[in-house]
Structures are given as structure tokens and as C-alpha cells.
């Protein structure tokens, strides 16, 4: 396999473990064709038992968090997110990691959040069946 190569995977099983920061449980191993992944307990396990692992550390996952699982792990990832939109905060990761977003991409994306009010997306939400439009919302 490509060592330089990123993969994005649904996982039977393993996409059932929820995203816990604090969780003592590790998911290891490679996520490359032929290779292996598997949850490591950290603790002790019993039966009945919700088994978490967490999805990134420190405030450098939420960015990947919205864009790739559509949540923010705790307040602490809006006033990241937030950071980044007036350019106090430097993007974590992506093809702009380490940069700041560009002040085009921080006014196309403000542009774009003013257009909408929380009473206008509940509404579509209630109205719509389109399943792009309602996650995209």
C-alpha cells in the first residue's frame, strides 16, 4: 500500500464505538488495504459495557470532526471554529494546516452563514425529505 495515501473507511463494528475523549479504550493499527485495525482496552470491560474510543485528540480533531462526522466534540470546538472564521486560530489540519483560512474563505464562509436563521433551517428541516439538503443543514 501507498504509505503517502489517506483512507477514509466505514468500518463494520468499529463504527459502532461513539467518540469519548476521555476514553481509556485506543483504536490502533493501519487503515491501509491488507492492514489490520483493532480496539485495544485500556481498562477494564464488563459485560454490557458501551466501549468509546476517541475519534482525535486534543482540539485538533474537531476540525475534522465537523467536516467528517457532522458534530463538535464540546463547546471548546465552537469557540475553535469560531477562532478560525475572525483568523485568531490557525487551521489544524487538511491542505491548510498550520496556515491561517484565507480572508476570502473567512468572508465566502460569514457570507454564507448570515444568509441563514435558526427558525429558517427548522422549518426546511421539518418540510424537507431531501436527506442532502437536511444534512447539509
Same mark, same amino acid.
Given at each position: 500500500?501507498?504509505? $503517502?495515501? +489517506? %483512507? ?6 468499529? @463504527?459502532?464505538?461513539?467518540? /469519548?475523549?476521555?476514553? #481509556? ?26 466501549? $468509546?474510543? +476517541? %475519534? ?6 474537531? @476540525?475534522?470532526?465537523?467536516? /467528517?462526522?457532522?458534530? #463538535? ?28 483560512? +484565507? ?7 460569514? @457570507? ?26
Amino acid at each position: 500500500a501507498d504509505e $503517502n495515501v +489517506s %483512507y477514509r473507511l466505514l468500518i463494520p463494528f468499529l @463504527d459502532m464505538c461513539n467518540h /469519548d475523549r476521555s476514553s #481509556l479504550h485506543v483504536l490502533t493499527g493501519r487503515a491501509v488495504p491488507g492492514g489490520e485495525l483493532k480496539v485495544v482496552a485500556g481498562g477494564p470491560i464488563q459485560v454490557g459495557d458501551q466501549i $468509546n474510543i +476517541s %475519534y482525535g485528540g486534543g482540539m485538533v480533531g474537531n @476540525d475534522r470532526f465537523i467536516q /467528517d462526522y457532522g458534530f #463538535l466534540d464540546n463547546e471548546d470546538g465552537y469557540q475553535m471554529i469560531a477562532e478560525q472564521l475572525i483568523g485568531k486560530k490557525k487551521m489544524a489540519e487538511g491542505a491548510n494546516a498550520g496556515r491561517y483560512m +484565507s480572508i476570502a474563505d473567512r468572508d465566502r464562509t460569514m @457570507d454564507n452563514l448570515r444568509q441563514t436563521k435558526m427558525k429558517d433551517d427548522i422549518k426546511l428541516l421539518e418540510e424537507t425529505t431531501d436527506t442532502s439538503l437536511k444534512l447539509a443543514i
